[in-house]
């Protein structure tokens, strides 16, 4: 079960290892400014491995251009990372990225549930290109959160599984106890709605002996 503290502000990266997480996202396509120096910052100030994010608009980030223009901002980045994640648009930039000697999370963002066949389509789909599949839905009643329960306990791992959305927060919580590898935290500002905060999350793990 490790936390990862999904940085809106690059400056919060010691006070993350400080408060208990296991990594650090730099999620850049929220930075405004010199990207490069702020990462190489983040990357200073914390001993941590760092997750590399340049969120698409289309799965709730705010980067709008082609898979060119993805690689172009992400190149200059790639010293100061151990892990880039990869939406499937941008997935012909991964064997450059692997030969950088980074890892790869694989990920998708669903603004809707994607039923369990489909979600063990995408996995495969994922993993043809990347370390770790993330796969993060919005779940539409109780069903859903046990259907994305099951798959992840039976997915090929490692897997990263986590939802969208302030219903089924607790799904948050009850994920890695059954595989998902990270746990997307937040630390002031959250980069998605339902997020726990570093703070809290690492109290739950003490209190679920993890």
């Not at 986590?162 to 927060?169: D, E, T």
């Not at 890695?176 to 997307?184: A, C, Q, R």
Request: proline share 6%; glycine share 6%; with cysteine.
């Amino acid at each position: 079960m490790k936390i990862v503290a999904a940085l809106t502000d690059p400056a919060k990266a010691a006070l993350a290892e400080q408060q208990g997480a296991d990594l650090v996202e730099l999620r850049v396509d929220l930075y405004d400014g010199d990207r490069t120096q702020q990462v190489r910052d983040a990357k200073a100030a914390t001993s941590l491995p760092v997750i590399l994010t340049l969120r698409s608009a289309q799965e709730g980030g705010r980067f709008f251009g082609t898979p060119e223009e993805w690689m172009k901002n992400v190149e200059p980045l790639l010293p100061f990372a151990d892990y880039v994640d990869i939406e499937q648009p941008f997935a012909r930039a991964a064997p450059a990225i692997r030969e950088a000697g980074k890892k790869i999370i694989a990920s998708h963002h669903a603004a809707r549930m994607v039923p369990l066949y489909i979600l063990f389509v995408m996995e495969r789909e994922l993993r043809a290109y990347g370390d770790i599949p993330k796969i993060v839905v919005t779940p539409e009643k109780e069903e859903d959160v046990i259907e994305l329960l099951t798959f992840t306990q039976a997915a090929t791992k490692p897997i990263c599984t986590g939802v969208m959305g302030g219903q089924f927060r607790h799904a948050r919580a009850m994920l890695p106890l059954v595989g998902s590898e990270f746990v997307y935290c937040h630390m002031g500002d959250t980069t998605a709605e339902g997020q726990y905060s570093v703070e809290e999350f690492v109290q739950l793990r003490k209190i679920l002996g993890r």
